[in-house]
């Protein structure tokens, strides 16, 4: 069963090149909350959000001050993330959180249902 993760653009309904949608795909296990995440090469930004900071969000290039302008508008008063400033991380695993994987953290995750759509 193969299954193609859709990652869209959420201000202008573009989609990554391949090698972007590679690097979108590989940053879906993440247990991260509230940080940014650059997808490199076209270098789309990811936003971990889950919990207060809403579900997972994508933009491409252009977008990318958009999306921050958004989250800091609808996400400011809940705590600092949304503020940090570039550049982000372009891989934010570690061990730690590959084992947190591995022992089902992902299932814990309230939010699960939002972010990319899976076809
Ligand atoms: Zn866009």
């Known amino acids: 069963m193969s299954v193609k993760l859709i990652f869209r653009c959420q201000f202008c309904d573009r989609q990554p090149d391949p090698l972007t949608q590679v690097s979108l795909e590989k940053s879906v296990p993440e247990l991260m ?11 789309w ?11 997972p969000r994508y933009v491409c ?16 008063t809940v705590g600092w993330h949304p503020w940090k400033r570039p550049p982000y991380p372009t891989n934010l695993r570690n061990p730690d959180k590959e084992r947190a994987i591995a ?4 299932s814990a995750m309230p939010k699960w249902g939002y972010g990319p759509q899976v076809k």
């Open 33 to 43: 909350w509230g940080a940014y995440e650059d997808a490199m090469p076209e270098k």
């Open 45 to 55: 930004l990811i936003w971990h959000g889950r919990g207060l900071y809403g579900p």
């Open 61 to 76: 290039r252009e977008h990318r001050g958009d999306l921050v302008a958004f989250l800091r508008a609808h996400y400011g």
């Open 103 to 106: 022992v089902g953290g992902r």
